[in-house]
C-alpha cells in the first residue's frame, strides 16, 4: 500500500515509549499498516496527503469487552430495568427474555443485523480492536471481517445456566459434561479466526460467568489459553447476587476463589470486578481482593455504562487506578459508544468517590488505549509510534462541539464524543469517512433490528417466569394516547 500522510496536523497524541503526550503541528505518516512517521518535518514521498491543520491525530481505541451479537437488541428495553429482588441486577430475570436468539419465531438476520449495528457504533466511536463477547453463530467470522475491525473472537461457552422461578431467588442448572462440548466447540472457532484470510483476528478464551462454570471447566480454559498463549477473561464480581452465590458455595469472594484456582495472571481480564470485598455492597470481611488483583497483574475490563443504569458501580475506578492494576474498558451493551463510556468512567469516579480528582481524565484514555492493548498482551496498538498498528481516529477540532479547543482530547471526552470523529483507519484501511461507516450498512440493519425487535416482544410472555408481557415489565415512559 502506498504512504498516507497526515501533514501539519493540529495535534496528535503521541507516545514516547512510556506514556502519551501532545504534539503540536506534527506529521503522521503510515505505509500499509504500519505508522513510519511521527513527528515534524516528513520527507518521505506520499501518495495520499491529509491536510491535518484542523485535526487531532489519536490512536484507536481498544474495547476489551463486549456483546455485539446480543445487546443492541436490548435498546429501549434494558435502559431502566432491573431485578428489585435480585439487587437491581437484569441478568438473571430479564436478560433472557429479550435477545436476537430468543423470543418469538427465530429470525435469521436479528444476529447479524445486531452485530453490525455494535460494529458500526464501535467504529464511529474511534474503536479500532474490539474483543467481541459471543455465543457463537454461523457466518460470525465473515462478518466480522467485513466490519474492518481489528478483532480478538472470544466464544462465550459455560457448564451451565442461571434461572429463576420466583425473581428473587436464583437457580442453576448444569449441563452433565461440565460444559467440556461448548469448550471444544469454542475452540474450533478459535482456530478458525487465526486461520481466517482477513488477518485481523486472534482469540481470546472465555469461560462466561464465574458461577455458570465449574472449578474444572475454568481451570481447563485459563490452561488452554496458556498453551495458545492467548488471553483469558471471565465474567466476575459483576453481581450481588453472584458475590453471594459464591461466598456461600465456597466461603470465598469471587476474585479469592478465582486466585485459589490459579487462574489469576497477566493474561487474565475479569469482566466488571465490581463487587469485591472493599464494596459497601458486599459488607464482607476484609481481605483485599484489590491486592490480590495487583499482585497477578489481572486486568479489570470496566464497563460503567451497563451498570450505573442500575445504579452500580466500582468504588472507585480512581482508587483501582492508584493501587496498580491495568484497568482496560468495555462497552458490554448499548450504545456501543466507546467515547461516551470514557465519559461515564470519569464522572461516576469522581462522584462515588467524592473527589474531583479521584481520576484524571488522562487515567481514563489510558485505559482505553494502553490499557486494553495491555490486557491483550499488545505493543503495536493503542498507540501512535513508529512501528505501531496503523489503527488511527482523525478528529475534526473545528467542529463546533469542540470548541474552544484548549485540550482536545478533554473537549471529545466530555462535549463532543462521536460526533467529532471524522475518519478511522485499521490497519491502514479507511473505514470510517466524514463520520460515517464504508464498510457495512448501518441505517440498513438498524432499521432491520427494530424488525426483529418487534418479533421478539411476541415471546416474553412465554419465556417470562410471571408470564408478564413486554409493556409490563418494561412499560413505555408515557401511556398510550387515544389512537395509539
Given amino acids: 500500500m502506498p504512504v498516507t500522510l497526515v501533514k501539519s496536523a493540529a495535534w496528535v497524541v503521541a507516545y514516547d515509549g512510556e506514556k502519551h503526550t501532545y504534539l503540536r503541528d506534527a506529521d503522521v505518516a503510515f505505509d500499509g499498516d504500519k505508522i513510519v512517521h511521527v513527528g515534524p518535518g516528513f520527507a518521505g514521498q506520499a501518495a495520499t496527503t491529509i491536510d491535518g491543520s484542523g485535526l487531532l491525530v489519536m490512536p484507536g481505541l481498544v474495547n476489551v469487552h463486549s456483546h455485539p451479537a446480543s445487546e443492541p437488541m436490548t435498546k429501549g428495553w434494558n435502559d431502566e430495568l432491573g431485578?428489585?429482588?435480585?439487587?437491581?441486577?437484569?441478568?438473571?430475570?430479564?436478560?433472557?427474555?429479550?435477545?436476537?436468539?430468543?423470543?418469538?419465531?427465530?429470525?435469521?438476520?436479528?444476529?447479524?443485523?445486531?452485530?453490525?449495528?455494535?460494529?458500526?457504533?464501535?467504529?464511529?466511536?474511534?474503536?479500532?480492536?474490539?474483543?467481541?463477547?459471543?455465543?457463537?453463530?454461523?457466518?460470525w467470522l465473515d462478518h466480522f471481517a467485513a466490519s474492518g475491525l481489528r478483532g480478538v473472537l472470544s466464544p462465550m461457552y459455560r457448564s451451565g445456566r442461571w434461572f429463576t422461578r420466583n425473581g428473587h431467588v436464583v437457580e442453576y442448572e448444569w449441563d452433565k459434561d461440565g460444559g467440556a462440548k461448548p469448550m471444544a466447540a469454542a475452540m474450533a472457532v478459535l482456530d478458525a479466526a487465526v486461520k481466517h484470510p482477513s488477518g485481523r483476528m486472534s482469540g481470546m478464551v472465555s469461560p462466561s460467568q464465574i458461577d455458570t462454570c465449574t472449578p474444572e471447566l475454568i481451570q481447563a480454559s485459563f490452561e488452554e489459553a496458556k498453551r495458545r498463549n492467548l488471553p483469558f477473561q471471565i465474567h466476575a464480581a459483576q453481581s450481588v447476587v453472584e458475590f453471594h452465590e459464591m461466598t456461600r458455595r465456597h466461603g470465598m469472594t469471587p476474585i479469592e476463589w478465582l486466585g485459589s484456582l490459579g487462574v489469576l495472571s497477566d493474561r487474565t481480564l475479569i469482566g466488571h470486578s465490581i463487587f469485591l470485598d472493599h464494596h459497601t455492597s458486599a459488607h464482607w470481611p476484609r481481605r483485599d481482593d484489590l491486592q490480590d488483583l495487583v499482585d497477578?497483574?489481572?486486568?479489570?475490563?470496566?464497563?460503567?455504562?451497563?451498570?450505573?443504569?442500575?445504579?452500580?458501580?466500582?468504588?472507585?475506578?480512581?482508587?483501582?487506578?492508584?493501587?496498580?492494576?491495568?484497568?482496560?474498558?468495555?462497552?458490554?451493551?448499548?450504545?456501543?459508544?466507546?467515547?461516551?463510556?470514557?465519559?461515564?468512567?470519569?464522572?461516576?469516579?469522581?462522584?462515588?468517590?467524592?473527589?474531583?480528582?479521584?481520576?484524571?481524565?488522562?487515567?481514563?484514555?489510558?485505559?482505553?488505549?494502553?490499557?486494553?492493548?495491555?490486557?491483550?498482551?499488545?505493543?503495536?496498538?493503542?498507540?501512535?509510534?513508529?512501528?505501531?498498528?496503523?489503527?488511527?481516529?482523525?478528529?475534526?477540532?473545528?467542529?463546533?462541539?469542540?470548541?474552544?479547543?484548549?485540550?482536545?482530547?478533554?473537549?471529545?471526552?466530555?462535549?463532543?464524543?462521536?460526533?467529532?470523529?471524522?475518519?478511522?483507519?485499521?490497519?491502514?484501511?479507511?473505514?470510517?469517512?466524514?463520520?460515517?461507516?464504508?464498510?457495512?450498512?448501518?441505517?440498513?440493519?438498524?432499521?432491520?433490528?427494530?424488525?426483529?425487535?418487534?418479533?421478539?416482544?411476541?415471546?416474553?410472555?412465554?419465556?417470562?417466569?410471571?408470564?408478564?408481557?413486554?409493556?409490563?415489565?418494561?412499560?413505555?415512559?408515557?401511556?398510550?394516547?387515544?389512537g395509539a
Avoid at 435480585?86 to 429470525?107: C, I, K, N, T, V
Avoid at 481516529?393 to 479547543?405: C, Q
Wanted: proline share 5%; charged share 25%; hydrophobic share 45%.
Fill in 83 to 139: 431485578s428489585e429482588k435480585l439487587y437491581q441486577s437484569s441478568l438473571y430475570e430479564f436478560m433472557p427474555l429479550f435477545r436476537a436468539d430468543a423470543g418469538g419465531a427465530p429470525d435469521p438476520e436479528a444476529i447479524p443485523a445486531s452485530a453490525t449495528v455494535a460494529y458500526s457504533e464501535l467504529l464511529m466511536s474511534g474503536v479500532t480492536t474490539l474483543v467481541d463477547m459471543s455465543v457463537a453463530w454461523d457466518g
Fill in 296 to 482: 497477578t497483574d489481572t486486568t479489570v475490563a470496566h464497563c460503567p455504562t451497563v451498570f450505573q443504569r442500575r445504579g452500580i458501580t466500582l468504588q472507585t475506578f480512581g482508587e483501582y487506578v492508584r493501587r496498580g492494576i491495568n484497568m482496560a474498558i468495555g462497552t458490554d451493551t448499548y450504545p456501543h459508544n466507546m467515547i461516551e463510556e470514557m465519559r461515564h468512567v470519569a464522572i461516576m469516579s469522581r462522584v462515588v468517590g467524592e473527589d474531583c480528582y479521584d481520576v484524571r481524565t488522562a487515567d481514563v484514555f489510558n485505559a482505553a488505549t494502553l490499557g486494553g492493548a495491555k490486557a491483550l498482551g499488545r505493543s503495536d496498538i493503542g498507540r501512535i509510534a513508529v512501528g505501531a498498528k496503523a489503527d488511527i481516529v482523525l478528529v475534526d477540532v473545528t467542529h463546533p462541539a469542540m470548541r474552544p479547543v484548549r485540550d482536545p482530547v478533554r473537549s471529545m471526552v466530555y462535549a463532543a464524543a462521536e460526533r467529532a470523529i471524522r475518519t478511522v483507519f485499521v490497519d491502514g484501511h479507511k473505514v470510517v469517512d466524514e463520520g460515517r461507516v464504508l464498510t457495512m450498512d448501518y441505517p440498513a440493519a438498524a432499521a432491520r433490528l427494530e424488525q426483529a425487535q418487534r418479533q421478539a416482544e411476541i415471546g416474553v410472555k412465554t419465556l417470562d417466569w410471571a408470564k408478564r408481557d413486554h409493556l409490563t415489565i418494561s412499560p413505555l415512559m408515557f401511556p398510550a394516547g387515544k
